[in-house]
């Protein structure tokens, strides 16, 4: 089974900016979201479409992605659940680590997040300044619960 080991944050301040790349528009919709389980289908700028499921919940997780042709993506559109999401994600390296910095856009704005994917659960890393509050084991910070309620938790 494939397992992500992920940490997620707020980000506190645009001090991240200067050490970015460019970033990469996402577009994400869902057509399945429970405990323990999503389904969703995300469209990146110049990649195929990937059909993800994920499960369990919390730092570790079971991941499943699989391309998709472009007219999939579209038919399953139509059947998503709640609201889109549109981002821009952006890379921050960090030692042998990157950092994903996502910019939500339209009903999610402002709210800007980081995730570190480990090697490890029990993997140490020393976090920059402008990363914030922990919300890995907050179920709310969840793409799948974003979109269901149509906006970002409160802060």
């Given amino acids: 089974m494939a397992q992500e080991i992920e940490r997620k944050f707020h980000v506190t301040s645009d001090d ?5 790349d460019a970033g990469t528009r996402i577009r994400q919709f869902y057509l399945a979201s429970r405990e323990g389980l999503t389904v969703r289908v995300r469209r ?20 499943f992605e699989y391309d998709i042709p472009d007219a999939d993506a579209d038919a399953l559109e139509a059947a ?17 680590l ?6 939500f856009a339209g009903p999610f704005a402002p709210l800007v ?10 993997h140490a890393v020393t976090l920059p300044s402008w990363i914030g509050r922990e919300v890995t084991d907050d179920p709310r910070y ?13 802060a």
């Avoid at 997040?113 to 029990?122: K, R, S, V």
């Avoid at 969840?142 to 409160?154: K, Q, R, S, V, W």
């Fill in 16 to 20: 991240w900016r200067a050490l970015a």
């Fill in 44 to 63: 990146r700028e110049g990649r195929p479409a990937v059909l993800t499921l994920k499960t369990g919940s919390g730092l570790s997780r079971g991941e």
């Fill in 80 to 96: 998503h659940l709640g609201t889109v999401i549109e981002k821009r994600r952006h890379l921050v390296p960090l030692g042998s």
């Fill in 98 to 103: 990157t950092i994903e910095v996502d910019v």
């Fill in 113 to 122: 997040t980081a995730e570190i994917e480990l090697p490890a659960a029990d």
């Fill in 142 to 154: 969840g793409n799948g619960a974003m979109a269901l309620a149509g906006a970002p938790p409160p």
